[in-house]
């Protein structure tokens, strides 16, 4: 089992950048693909962005497309969230974890539950 930490957060006017980190332990990281997701105060966790381990694609929502890019360092095993043109509604705490790649959709691994603490993301009007 993947163990994930994230960090990078923070307090951010509209229109700044932020890049967070995902720091992975355990050896099958180098298989997974991985995801960003977030959750806003009283709202579910939705997707924001996938890269897979095979070659690198990647898959945005569509309200980040654009503005984030996602990338991924398996030797390192890290994932990687850059946040360009941050708006207010980007407020979220966001969570790395492995991923399924569906047709119309991304959700994490049903068998994932070692969900790290996440990290703050708080854009300012």
């Known amino acids: 089992q993947v163990q994930l930490v994230e960090s990078g957060g923070g307090l951010v006017q509209a229109g700044g950048s932020l890049r967070l980190s995902c720091t992975a332990s355990g050896r099958t990281f180098n298989y997974y693909h991985m995801g960003w997701f977030r959750q806003a105060p009283g709202k579910e966790r939705e997707f924001v962005a996938a890269i897979t381990w095979t070659d690198g694609s990647t898959r945005y929502a569509d309200s980040v497309k654009g503005r984030f890019t996602i990338s991924r360092d398996n030797a390192a095993k890290l994932v990687f969230l850059q946040m360009d043109s941050l708006k207010p509604e980007d407020t979220a705490v966001y969570y790395c974890?492995?991923?399924?790649?569906?047709?119309?959709?991304?959700?994490?691994?049903?068998?994932?539950?070692?969900w790290g603490q996440g990290t703050q993301v708080t854009v300012s009007s």
């Open positions: 974890a492995p991923a399924t790649l569906l047709t119309t959709s991304t959700i994490p691994r049903a068998d994932f539950h070692s």
